[in-house]
Each structure stands twice: as structure tokens, then as C-alpha cells.
């Protein structure tokens, strides 16, 4: 099994490559906004930061999407 997905990741091409990199990061920025969201008090950044984590969540949604219409 572990040698189908390695076979698998070595045939993508550099475009899907570049969007598993780029879902990689919005899965980091979902996580950072997260825990800056957490741990903030000012009602400001709390907007800001809800507004990141939209954001980062519908960027991550959107790439996923694109790179799954990719694999059909």
C-alpha cells in the first residue's frame, strides 16, 4: 500500500504539486488564526481574526476542490 501512494505522489504533476503546497499552507494559516483567535480578548482582533479564519477556511476549501477536479 505504502509503495502505491509513493508511486502515486512521484506521477503528480508540478501543478498538482504546487497545490498540495499551497493546501498545506492554508491548512497552517487555518491554524494559526485559530490560535491567535483563542487567545486574544481585544473585541477588534477577535474580528480579525474570525475574518482570517474565514478566509484561510474558504481558500483551503476552494484548492481542495480544484485539486480533486485534477485527479479525475
Same mark, same amino acid.
Given at each position: 500500500?505504502? #509503495?502505491?501512494?509513493?508511486?502515486?505522489?512521484?506521477?503528480?504533476?508540478?501543478?498538482?504539486?504546487?497545490?498540495?503546497?499551497?493546501?498545506?499552507?492554508?491548512?497552517?494559516?487555518?491554524?494559526?488564526?485559530? #490560535?491567535?483567535?483563542?487567545?486574544?480578548?481585544?473585541?477588534?482582533?477577535?474580528?480579525?481574526?474570525?475574518?482570517?479564519? #474565514?478566509?484561510?477556511?474558504?481558500?483551503?476549501?476552494?484548492?481542495?476542490?480544484?485539486?480533486?477536479?485534477?485527479?479525475?
Amino acid at each position: 500500500m505504502k #509503495n502505491l501512494l509513493i508511486r502515486k505522489h512521484f506521477s503528480l504533476t508540478e501543478e498538482e504539486r504546487t497545490l498540495r503546497k499551497e493546501i498545506e499552507r492554508s491548512k497552517t494559516a487555518i491554524d494559526a488564526a485559530r #490560535n491567535h483567535f483563542e487567545q486574544v480578548v481585544d473585541p477588534t482582533l477577535i474580528d480579525c481574526y474570525i475574518y482570517e479564519l #474565514n478566509a484561510a477556511q474558504l481558500r483551503y476549501q476552494f484548492l481542495l476542490r480544484r485539486f480533486k477536479s485534477r485527479e479525475v
